[in-house]
Structures are given as C-alpha cells and as structure tokens.
C-alpha cells in the first residue's frame, strides 16, 4: 500500500504584517513527484522549508507519516527518523556546502546520524564515485564550479539514503549540460521510488519529471493542484499566477504574439 | 502583454569616439578591499600541505601541539638564543618539509614591519634610559639610541618574528580540515571549533560580495564623487554584507539541522599518534622546559 508522507492542512506562514503562505493544503505520496511552481516571492522556498521542518507554519497543521511536525515533535527521539529520511538541497550551495573539504561535506549527514565510521566512508566513496566528482573529495568546497558544487550538494543529500527529496530550485545557475545530468539522476532517483518535491521556475523540468504539480499563485495560497500535464497545459492559469509570461516578436512580416511555456505553439498569431 | 515603450532618449546612439586623456588613480575602496582579500587568500591558504615532508606527515593533533609548545615556550623565555634556537629548530622542519623560505617571508613581513614600527620609540633613551649607543644634538635637544633601548627592542621584533613564522609554518603545512580536526582532537570545545571554521569558510564568501558591489558601483561611476559620498555608500555597504552575513549564518545552520545536527558536531576520527608524533611532541615539550630555565 502506498504510504502518505506529508500532509498539510492549512498552512500558513506570516512575518510581521506580511504573508508568505496562506491555506496551503494537500498531500503527498510515497514514491510521487510532485512539482511547485510559483512566481518570485510567491513562498515556495519557505514551503519546502517547512515541509523540511526548518520553520514552522504560523497556522495549520503538518504530518510527516501520520506524526505531527513541529518544534516539539522534533525535539525528541523522531528527530532522527525525520531527517534520514528526508533531504533538503538548498538553492544556492555556498550555503549548504559548510565543510572544510568535498570528502567532510559528504560525510557530514551519516556522521550526524551517527552511523558507523566503515559505512559512511563506504558511502561517500561510493556517492562520489557515482557522481564522477572523486577527484575533488580533497577540495574545500568553495573553489569548485557552480555545477561541481551542485553535485557535492546533492551528494551530501543522498549520502543518508533519504526516502523524500526535496529541491529548491535545483537547475538555477546550472549549464546545460549538468542540467541534463541533474534530470537523469532524478529520474534515477525516482525509479527507485523516491519522493521528489521539487519548487522550481524550470517547466520543462516539472513537466518531464513531475506527475503532479501544484502552482502557488500570487496571493500564496494553492492556485492549481492536478496531474502535470494538465495543469502546465491551463495558459491562462499559469499566466495568472506569473509563471510564463506572453511576448511578440517577428518572422519575417509575420508578427506572433504567443506565451513561453512547455506546452507552447507557434499556432497564437495575432 | 502590453508592448514596451522605449523613451526616445534612449533610442539616441553616441557617435562621437572617447578620447583618452590623463589617467586616474585606482580607487582606494577597491584597492583596499582587492588587498585585504589577497592577504587573507595568502595567509589563509596551506600552501604547502598537499606535498609531502616531515610536518605534513605528522598527526595534526601531534603538529598543532608541538607549534602551540612552542610558541609558548617563545613567549615565556627571556634569552635571545632561545628564539634563535627556535628559529634554528623552525628553519630544519621548513626545509623537510618542501617549504619555500620566499612564502613564510611573505607571511612574517608585515607583522615583522608593525612591531618594528611599534618597537622603534624603545631604542631611545627618553623611553630606555641607559647607556648611548650614539646620538645626535640640535639646538641644545639631544636624543641618542641605548644600547638597554636596542636590546629590547631588538628583542621584541625577534620573538614577535620566530612567534609568527612558527604559527605561519603551522598553516603552511596543515591543511584546513586537518587544522580543525586537530583542534577537535586536541579537546578545544566544539563550539568553539565551528565558529572559528564558520569564520574561515565564510570569509572569502564576504569578502567576494563587499569586491563585486564595489565593482558594480565602479562600473557606473563616471566621475569622481564627494567624500562623504563615498563614506556614505561605504557605510551602507558595510551594513548590507552585516546583513547579508546574518542570513548566511541562519541559511547555514538550517542546512545543517537539515542534515541531522543537533547541537553536537560528530566528525570521522582521525588516525592514531605514530612514533614520528611522539617524537616531535617529545622534541617541542623538551624545548618548552628549556625555556623555563633560560
């Protein structure tokens, strides 16, 4: 039977006068990918974080396998469980990437979870190996590439064997050909049953990788919430909610006026 | 999607080519901050730590110990031969250790020129009085150098310099995990340990963001403004990198709660103490207790 890992009912993330979420609800299933679109500032960032138990909601209520999330909750002995199974890759690196070398970095999370020193060299060697990056495991983290260290992050994600993923904008500042990289390796990682949360402005990502999407529109609260074709396919929606956006331009004497999205056609003219 | 109206000033080119006249200075701000960055780049890095020899084949807990035995058996002795036994005992592990005499100079000078500076009023006698080594008189004033003054003085410069050269050494020849590792090992509290870390990752992080919003302001800088523009705008840069720091620090530690730290900080063990370690701990705590006696 498939398993509910999070489900969020009226969520709600305020800060001073000001509101980053409002009403969020919906669940997510073990093994499901789900994408979240929403224009700059619309609160997807704060919404993995709180699915991530980093900040917690102002109101509603969240549950990770049933269990309340919140500052309580993750005090105890469910700490643990909760974050080996889940893996948060931040957006910008630098920030996730904190340890003196490639190797520590990797090595961070098991150790953390206090697992048996043989296992977490077995893994990060294993990981960087996989991920074609061995050759840097001496390096601080600082002087790789933007793709180098999105790498490190990533490994330094799966080095605890996380049942969700949840990604942050994962193919921002990446070139093309890592973001090939980073697609096959989450359709990997989804083969394998993974849960992938992903909040991204990247459609074509969503749309080759997600099975659902939910779009959080400008008022922060949920605008969309279907199967992924579906929703990426509704222009006026995502137009709404200021994910793609319509422009002209020529050929020739012919003037288009048509919308930059996944789905999107030559066959708009104006 | 409304269309975009471009103002018609902006549609005017400029035809007429730049002439090239006298050359500027290059700013302070940016010189400054391209320096301070260089600097820290310099000391900060371990230069030397990927080559092998006799200091990078040591335990860090061991080499951290043995430089700290004797750096402080440099602060506490009184005699110049110490510190050049010191000295002595330094150049031999710089040598077995593929160390460059030019890159721990580099390191040493300019805290070697700031004690100099400092030190320089001692070898007076208005300062040390004592017996003058030579002077000089005008209209009645005279002044003269002592040889109490020299000593000391010259005295303050040299163990400031072996003190200096011993921690560069230390850095040169340790890598930057193993530095904290050994720390770690060495029972400094961990707290302390990761803040210390924090400050070395994050540093260059910073510092990259204070040289592009310079860079950025000099790129749309076309003549050169008032002061107190310029202190203004300084002011206001310091304060975004001290907010900008501020939500680093926060972004940091929800990546590591995120990661299963919980206050505690557990790393992989480093190796064990060899026969070379004890060796050298033997040789640096024999120096120490030297030091008391002399």
């Known amino acids: 039977m498939v398993q509910e890992v999070f489900r969020l009912s009226g969520i709600g993330y305020s800060y001073g006068e000001g509101y980053a979420l409002k009403g969020i609800s919906f669940s997510a299933m073990q093994g499901e990918s789900l994408g979240i679109l929403g224009a700059n500032g619309s609160g997807k960032s704060t919404l993995l974080k709180i699915m991530n138990g980093l900040v917690f909601p102002t109101s509603g209520e969240m549950r990770f396998l049933g269990e309340v999330l919140n500052e309580v909750s993750l ?77 490190v992050a990533i490994a330094a994600v799966l080095s605890t064997n996380p049942d969700v993923l949840l990604l942050d904008e994962p193919t921002n500042g990446l070139d093309p050909r890592t973001q090939v990289w980073l697609f096959e390796l989450l359709q990997g990682l989804k083969d394998l049953k993974k849960t992938i949360v992903m909040a991204t402005h990247d459609l074509s990502l969503v749309g080759d990788l997600s099975d659902r999407v939910i779009v959080i529109g400008e008022d922060h609260g949920i605008a969309a919430d279907g199967k992924a074709d579906k929703v990426l396919r509704d222009k006026d929606l995502l137009l709404k909610a200021n994910i793609i956006h319509e422009h002209t331009h020529r050929h020739g004497d012919i003037i288009h006026m048509h919308s930059h999205g996944p789905f999107s056609t030559h066959d708009e003219h104006e | ?49 990927e080559r092998p020899g006799a200091l990078q084949g040591l335990s860090p807990k061991a080499r951290i110990a043995g430089f700290l035995l004797l750096i402080i058996a440099c602060s506490i002795t009184g005699r110049a031969f110490m510190l050049i036994g010191a000295l002595v005992i330094m150049a031999v592990a710089m040598l077995m250790s593929n160390v460059s005499a030019a ?37 009645g004033y005279s002044i003269s150098v002592t040889k109490e003054g020299a000593a000391i003085a010259l005295f303050l410069v040299l163990r400031v310099g072996v003190m200096v050269a011993l921690a560069s050494l230390l850095l040169l020849t340790t890598r930057q995990a193993d530095f904290f590792k050994g720390l770690k090992e060495l029972k400094v509290p961990h707290l302390f340990v990761t803040a210390l870390y924090m400050t070395f990752r994050y540093v260059f992080v910073l510092l990259k963001t204070a040289e592009d919003a310079v860079l950025a302001r000099k790129s749309r800088t076309i003549a050169t403004g008032r002061l107190s523009e310029a202190q203004r705008w300084t002011a206001s840069r310091i304060a975004l990198i001290l907010k900008k720091s501020m939500s680093y620090a926060e972004e940091v530690n929800m990546a590591m709660i995120s990661r299963g730290f919980d206050g505690r900080l557990r790393t992989l063990k480093a190796p064990g103490m060899e026969g070379r370690d004890y060796l050298w701990l033997f040789l640096t705590l024999f120096f120490l207790f030297l030091s008391f006696g002399f």
């Open chain 2, 103 to 139: 890159s721990l100079a580099k390191r040493v000078a300019p805290s070697l020129f700031f004690t100099s500076v400092i030190a320089f009023p001692v070898f007076f006698d208005f300062i040390t009085p004592g017996a003058s080594v030579f002077g000089v008189s005008v209209s």
């Open chain 2, 1 to 49: 999607m409304a269309e975009v109206r471009l103002p018609d000033w902006l549609k005017e080119s400029r035809g007429e080519p730049c002439l090239i006249g006298k050359g500027g200075s290059h700013g302070f701000l940016d010189k400054t901050l391209a320096n301070i960055s260089a600097f820290m780049r310099e000391t900060l890095s371990s230069g030397a730590a």
């Open chain 1, 75 to 151: 005090k105890g002995p469910f700490q643990r469980c909760f974050r080996e199974r889940i893996g948060f890759v931040f957006p910008e690196p630098d920030v996730q990437l904190f340890s003196p070398t490639v190797f520590d970095e990797v090595a961070f999370g098991p150790l953390q979870l206090e697992l048996p020193e043989d296992e977490v060299r077995r893994r990060v060697g294993a990981l960087l190996d996989m991920l074609g990056i061995s050759a840097l495991k001496e390096r601080p983290p600082y002087t790789l590439s933007s793709g180098e260290k999105k790498k």
